[in-house]
Nanobody, 125 residues
């Protein structure tokens, strides 16, 4: 069974930066994609960024493109989300997720089988 554990969330002022980490464990851990999603109060969970585990190809939601960077360390089984130039509207619980198979709909929560418990990111104005 795969377990994902996020860390690195917190409170930051607008314009600041945070780096989220997601550590994966489990004997069968071999995802195709690892993604980050976020969910603000009263809103649906939305796609933020994704990376292919073997090739390292990345895709971003337009609202974070140029500010956020997703990366991974295959040896440590960890995926990161570097968030710069944070805005109050980035406030949300951030979740990492793993998808074992390729999917054209990598931006859709249904493409992912494994989820972390989430980490809160709060950006003050």
């Amino acid at each position: 069974q795969v377990q994902l554990v996020e860390s690195g969330g917190g409170l930051v002022q607008a314009g600041g930066s945070l780096r989220l980490s997601c550590a994966a464990s489990g004997r069968t851990f071999s995802p195709y994609f690892m993604g980050w999603f976020r969910q603000a109060p009263g809103k649906e969970r939305e796609f933020v960024a994704v990376i292919t585990w073997s090739g390292g190809r990345t895709y971003y939601a337009d609202i974070v493109k140029g500010r956020f960077t997703i990366s991974r360390d295959n040896v440590k089984n960890t995926v990161y989300l570097q968030m710069n130039s944070l805005k109050p509207e980035d406030t949300a619980v951030y979740y990492c997720a793993g998808a074992p198979n390729f999917s054209h709909t990598y931006y859709y929560t249904g493409a992912y089988d494994y989820w972390g418990q989430g980490t809160q990111v709060t950006v003050s104005s």
